[in-house]
């Protein structure tokens, strides 16, 4: 084990080491990199990003621009429409959640096991958020190292009503309880995500173990890695946004785009779903009995609450009430509605007959791959996105799952995955002003910088998706592994057989 861990690591470093010149970047409102007087240095996401504590950014922006003569100018305060934004954005991304994913999985599985699925979905989210306030904020969200933050905020230390996380805009900011807030939903569902790839057949505390170790080797090196930065006010001069970058997140550093979590949230957890369908092993019966879904009708009530939730999701990931927003509600809108159309035509071609689990599967392909892209690219580039999302992730749940041999359940990967490494490399491409995006922001020069290359952002991109499978995939092992020497990960054959809503939880979806 400690033979492959290196050697993929060192694989990884390899990869990226030969990546070309990129430039400093972060993203603003128009929701675009940052360069810095043309000199590499880091490039970065418009999407859930990281936070500025009112201390941090009052300092970096006085340590810029403060002179013996000219007195301090005052610290930013949050806006209410913004703030406002931020909540209700936070209380869609819950709804995308609990009850949305839950019942979207729920109604995936067979009714034996519709009670267990609701109860993971439901503890997992539950459990990330305790978490995530005590430690994954902490780690993910403040300076520390390139890949990974520090104990500042540990329990919230220090934080108070008063605190301001920074946004996408010099002198903007938000209340940090709402950053923390809108960030520990994002961590939540993307651990639940995991669990549909395994469904049906793994201990209820073996998902709680597990859970608890990828969360913090997994989930939050990414999110520092692709989301943590000072924040645009430390972006005064060349030097400075040197500085600034020099303290952000590795991949961040690099150069990946990333506006709401096509790396961080969609690829990271179907890369641990997938090698979990592996580790855990495939369904008794599976490809001899029938293992259809359970209730098409709650599968379509979970991916509309998946639709409708996702606007907070990817337009709250903009940190502000803007047309960055709007922006991101048009495209999610476009292209989850472009992808729903393509994979329902393509079954319909393929298989004589559209299903309705074919179209919400489609929506959710759609809302996955512009996801990272959301407010990056125009209209059209995602009407682009969601139109090939949809034929290429209803090939991922059918001859690409077949080539793999795993039995992921729910078909994490075959969508999220596959949807995810999809749109990750299509936001280098779309966003070129060329083509409708919104290019590479120049925080020194305050405008949309002249140049844009389409070639060296997609390599960039492709930096971000292998890093992230590895990085991943190597955690999620390590982690099963761990977890089936301590406990187990499996039922017992005869509880599997009864189903885990008895076995596990003593309770009945369903009485007849």
């Excluded at 459990?127 to 969200?141: E, M, N, P």
């Excluded at 476009?334 to 393929?350: K, N, P, S, Y």
Aim: aromatic content about 10%; some cysteine.
């Amino acid at each position: 084990m400690k033979k492959l861990f290196a050697s993929l690591l060192t694989a990884s470093v390899l990869l990226v080491a030969a990546g070309v010149p990129h430039f400093a970047s972060a993203a603003d409102e128009p929701a675009v990199k940052a360069e810095v007087s043309a000199a590499p240095a880091a490039a970065g996401p418009a999407a859930a990003a990281p936070a500025a504590t009112a201390a941090t950014a009052a300092t970096a922006a006085t340590a810029a621009t403060a002179t013996p003569a000219t007195p301090a100018a005052a610290a930013p305060v949050p806006n209410k429409g913004d703030t406002a934004w931020m909540t209700m954005a936070t209380i869609l991304v819950i709804l995308m959640t609990i009850p949305g994913l839950a019942l979207f999985y729920g109604g995936l599985v067979r009714s034996k096991n519709m009670l267990s699925v609701l109860m993971q979905v439901f503890m997992v989210f539950s459990t990330v958020v305790v978490l995530w306030c005590i430690y994954g904020y902490s780690l993910a969200f403040t300076e520390g190292g390139s890949f990974i933050g520090s104990f500042d905020r540990l329990f919230l230390k220090g934080m108070t009503v008063d605190s301001v996380a920074a946004t996408f805009s010099k002198g903007v900011v938000i209340p940090e309880f709402s950053f923390l807030a809108f960030q520990a939903t994002f961590a939540a569902i993307t651990c639940a995500l995991i669990l549909g790839a395994f469904a049906e057949r793994i201990k209820f505390s073996a998902v709680l173990l597990f859970i608890v170790l990828w969360f913090t080797f997994s989930y939050l090196p990414i999110a520092h890695m692709v989301w943590f930065w000072p924040g645009p006010d430390a972006y005064t001069d060349a030097a400075a946004a040197e500085k600034a970058t020099a303290a952000s997140g590795w991949l961040f550093q690099k150069g990946a785009l990333d506006f709401a979590g096509g790396t961080v949230v969609h690829i990271n957890a179907a890369v641990a779903g997938l090698v979990g369908a592996y580790v855990v092993g495939k369904r008794i019966g599976y490809g001899k009995e029938s293992m259809a879904p359970h209730s098409l009708t709650m599968t379509m009530i979970g991916a509309s609450l998946l639709w409708a939730g996702w606007f907070g999701f990817n337009a709250g990931s903009g940190l502000e009430a803007n047309g960055v927003a709007a922006l991101a509600v048009v495209n999610t809108l476009l292209a989850t509605a472009a992808a729903t159309v393509t994979w329902t035509f393509g079954e319909w071609m393929a298989k004589g007959k559209p299903s309705m689990l074919g179209a919400a599967s489609g929506a959710v392909s759609g809302l996955v791959a512009i996801t990272p892209a959301a407010g990056f690219v125009g209209p059209m580039g995602a009407l682009v996105i969601g139109l090939l999302a949809g034929v290429i992730c209803l090939w991922g749940v059918n001859g690409l799952k077949r080539m793999l041999g795993a039995d992921d359940s729910l078909d994490v990967f075959g969508v999220h995955g596959v949807g995810g490494i999809l749109g990750a490399l299509l936001t280098g491409v779309f966003a070129a002003p060329s083509l409708g995006g919104s290019g590479i922001y120049d925080y020194v020069a305050n405008k949309v910088a002249p140049d844009y290359s389409i070639a060296g952002q997609v390599w960039i991109q492709f930096q971000g998706v292998i890093t992230t499978i590895i990085w991943s995939g190597v955690v999620a092992f390590i982690a099963y592994k761990l977890v089936d020497l301590i406990i187990g990960l499996r039922v017992p054959e005869e509880q599997e057989r009864e189903g885990l809503d008895i076995t596990s939880h003593g309770e009945s979806a369903y009485h007849s």
